[in-house]
């Protein structure tokens, strides 16, 4: 059986145990899956620009506010229904996304970084202070789920979880046909070498403003989703610990991938849930885990998994290499008998 169709049959089970998941676990399990769900969807926005175009970026927390404030607000105060609000999230954390980048782009390595934390710090200072329209510190309460679709009672966690799971396939299908296209690869060259990227006529300008607006549109539909989900948000939930956070989903899982973040977003979410026996040790712990990760993976999760497979594959190679060369020489050493 070929590589390709061993990589097509895992992701078809993959996506059946996922789908049948609601009916084995009990309900903390899939309000844990669905957080997952959430974060993959941002931590991939974040990839498209610390993964693919090597731009380390701090905004996205703020922009995953915007698109959760956004959404909030069009469903509380004007009424509307999740399903026209989601959309309308994701373009203006869309339109943030551009502007934010207009003036930070033109910045460069630990600058870029710097302003893209100040710009992440001004969003949610923001929404602190307008009180009239985000409730302040106190947030917003009862944000309604999203109106029932094909039988689906989004109140109910486990059916809420098939919302965030085809959210999330998406995204991740989205990500992966965006980087295989013309516009994806020159956001690899400009990751890879920008000065060279600009010698064989790319527009590196262009390439990341797009890149930038595109994975602030994922980030304000992950905040829609996040805010629907829980019902209550606030600017606590947006703090620059939680952009840290999602970095090191990125950082951990293996930067530059699809499958990445996924790993790292998973990792760090069940973690602390897996230590939670060892009581006030399990921060300290969690802690040590994600040093010893970076210092000694650092490809990520991802990379340690494809360093594995290789060694494996060389180790198999390397054995039927020699039988080969066994029953070669038995037979050379026949043929001379005879």
């Known amino acids: 059986m070929s590589t390709k169709h061993i990589k097509i049959g895992s992701i078809i089970l993959a996506l059946v145990i996922l789908s049948i998941l609601p009916f084995l676990l009990d309900s903390y399990l899939i309000h844990i899956l669905s957080q997952i769900g959430i974060w993959v969807i941002l931590t991939a926005s974040?990839?498209?620009m610390v993964g693919y175009t090597g731009q380390l970026s701090f905004a996205h927390i703020g922009l995953f506010a915007v698109g959760a404030y956004t959404s909030a607000i069009l469903t509380t105060t004007a009424g509307l229904s999740f399903w026209i609000a989601f959309?309308?999230?994701?373009?203006?954390?869309?339109?943030?996304?551009?502007?934010?980048?207009?003036?930070?782009?033109?910045?460069?390595?630990?600058?870029?970084?710097?302003?893209?934390?100040?710009?992440?710090?001004?969003?949610?200072?923001t929404i602190y202070n307008l009180r009239d329209l985000t409730g302040g510190p106190n947030g917003i309460y009862n944000i309604p789920f999203p109106s029932s679709i094909f039988g689906l009672?989004?109140?109910?966690?486990?059916?809420?979880?098939?919302?965030?799971l085809v959210s999330a396939i998406a995204v991740v299908l989205f990500v992966r046909f965006l980087i295989n296209t013309r516009t994806g690869k020159a956001m690899i060259a400009i990751r890879e070498n920008e000065n060279f990227a600009l010698f064989v006529g790319i527009n590196?300008?262009?390439?990341?403003?797009f890149a930038f607006t595109i994975s602030a549109c994922i980030a304000g539909f992950a905040g829609s989703l996040f805010a629907h989900y829980n019902s209550y948000i606030s600017p606590y939930s947006f703090t620059v610990a939680e952009s840290v956070s999602i970095l090191l989903m990125v950082i951990i899982g293996g930067m530059g991938t699809i499958m990445?973040?996924?790993?790292?977003?998973?990792?760090?979410?069940?973690l602390p849930e897996l230590l939670r026996g060892v009581s006030e040790w399990r921060m300290v712990i969690y802690g040590g885990l994600l040093v010893l990760t970076?210092?000694?993976?650092?490809?990520?999760?991802?990379?340690?998994i494809k360093k594995i497979s290789f060694k494996?594959?060389?180790?198999?190679?390397?054995r039927e290499h020699l039988l080969t060369n066994g029953r070669e020489e038995t037979n050379i050493a026949g043929s001379e008998r005879n």
Do not use: Q
């Open 204 to 209: 590196t300008w262009k390439v990341k403003i």
């Open 46 to 48: 974040l990839n498209l």
């Open 260 to 270: 990445g973040p996924i790993l790292g977003t998973t990792f760090l979410i069940f």
């Open 87 to 125: 959309p309308i999230a994701a373009i203006v954390a869309g339109i943030f996304g551009f502007l934010i980048g207009l003036p930070v782009l033109r910045f460069k390595t630990h600058f870029f970084a710097i302003v893209t934390l100040g710009f992440g710090e001004i969003i949610r200072l």
């Open 312 to 318: 494996k594959k060389v180790k198999e190679g390397a």
């Open 294 to 304: 970076i210092m000694f993976m650092r490809d990520g999760i991802l990379g340690l």
């Open 153 to 164: 009672d989004f109140s109910l966690r486990e059916h809420f979880y098939y919302l965030i």
